[in-house]
């Protein structure tokens, strides 16, 4: 099983608590960024572009936790920038874990090694390692050598000290469905907990916009690595999600239940996309205008995107909103996906435009982009 018994019972019970109460939107995953701060400088990401003043400014533990409590999610995501860089990163962690709500602590790993000692192993903690796939991929994706042995390096050490460790990986249009496979075995025996996929989203300040995957190429890519799928790979995703991904599953966007909150406050409308913010989560919540997103609006910023953390709060609902989600998600789990015609399931993926399992998991949505 790829995550703990008591995640998903945890989730499951706010799920239906909220759908009880009639709640239409409601968070499972708070996005919760307490710096921009990074010592990378990928070349696909929005996050590190803001001023100095900004990259030097941290949110303090008492805001973070508060942002927690008033948010209720089950699950947190530390995203970044790079959190172990934040001079407070313990005692956030130790707040969170304190309120039994399941944390992933998302990290290139550069440093993780040397800042084992200060944590404590936790079914409630888990550290999410950066690995954007093979080591040339990988290093290529974060502009720098060097970086994939040392993530590899610290999942060994984080293992080892008895951490939960899941890994995330971003695809982009150079991703190769055969070099993948064999990536995902040997992260499998890392002795990682679950993994985590998806197409890089377009952040428009990012330095390279020539590599992200459109949706048409991103299904032709996931149906490529994901099809026949051995058991040996888990993934800490749902069912449903891997079939959206591959475009065998409809699902509509659904941001609310992946709220953030950073340093400005609680971005609108998702932790992609930076449209405004608001002071409380409640405003958050009910004055936004969640219409005016997701692929079904016709907005063009949402076309492309099947990014995890707008699509696994659907894969969610799509299953637990109905007796047909239900089955059809258990059979997925218990059979797996019908076999795709042959002659789709041997389609090459259209070349590049440049060079450079158990139970639901339900959602762990940490920072890909």
């Excluded at 805001?63 to 699950?75: N, R």
């Excluded at 020539?210 to 949706?215: C, E, G, K, Q, T």
């Excluded at 909150?261 to 913010?277: A, S």
Aim: charged share 20%.
């Amino acid at each position: 099983m790829s995550v703990p018994i008591g995640q998903m019972i945890a989730v499951l019970r706010h799920v239906a608590r909220n759908r009880l109460r009639g709640n239409r939107r409601y968070p499972l995953v708070l996005m919760l960024e307490p710096l921009f701060r990074c010592n990378l400088a990928c070349g696909g990401c929005g996050k590190i572009q803001h001023p100095v003043d900004v990259l030097r400014s941290h949110l303090s533990p008492e805001q973070c936790l508060a942002a927690v409590d008033e948010c209720g999610a089950p699950i947190v995501s530390i995203p970044g920038g790079e959190p172990l860089l934040h001079p407070q990163i313990v005692e956030i962690v130790e707040g969170i874990v304190a309120r039994r709500k399941y944390l992933y602590l998302c990290t290139n790993a550069i440093k993780l090694v040397e800042m084992l000692p200060q944590f404590t192993p936790s079914p409630y903690l888990a550290f999410s390692v950066h690995l954007d796939g093979p080591r040339e991929e990988h290093d290529h994706a974060v502009c720098r050598e060097g970086v994939y042995d040392a993530a590899v390096a610290a999942i060994r050490a984080a293992r080892g000290a008895g951490f939960r460790v899941t890994t995330n990986s971003t695809l982009f249009t150079d991703a190769d469905p055969v070099r993948y496979r064999r990536f995902f075995d040997e992260v499998m025996a890392l002795g990682v907990e679950g993994m985590m996929i998806s197409p890089g989203y377009s952040y428009s300040k990012a330095p390279d916009q020539d590599h992200f995957l459109p949706r048409q190429r991103s299904q032709s890519l996931f149906q490529r690595i994901l099809d026949r799928a051995p058991g040996r790979w888990k993934f800490n995703q749902s069912p449903v999600f891997l079939e959206f991904l591959k475009g065998d599953w409809n699902l509509d966007c659904s941001p609310w239940g992946t709220p953030t909150y950073n340093l400005f406050g609680w971005q609108r409308p998702c932790y992609l996309l930076d449209e405004g913010y608001v002071a409380s989560f409640r405003e958050l919540m009910e004055d936004t205008a969640w219409d005016r997103y997701g692929r079904a609006s016709g907005n063009p910023k949402c076309s492309d995107c099947m990014v995890h953390c707008g699509y696994e709060p659907a894969a969610v609902e799509a299953t637990f909103g109905s007796l047909r989600g239900l089955l059809a998600t258990a059979r997925l789990v218990l059979v797996g996906p019908p076999r795709r015609a042959r002659e789709a399931a041997s389609a090459p993926v259209p070349a590049p435009r440049s060079q450079p399992n158990g139970l639901p998991a339900l959602p762990v949505l940490d920072h890909v982009a």
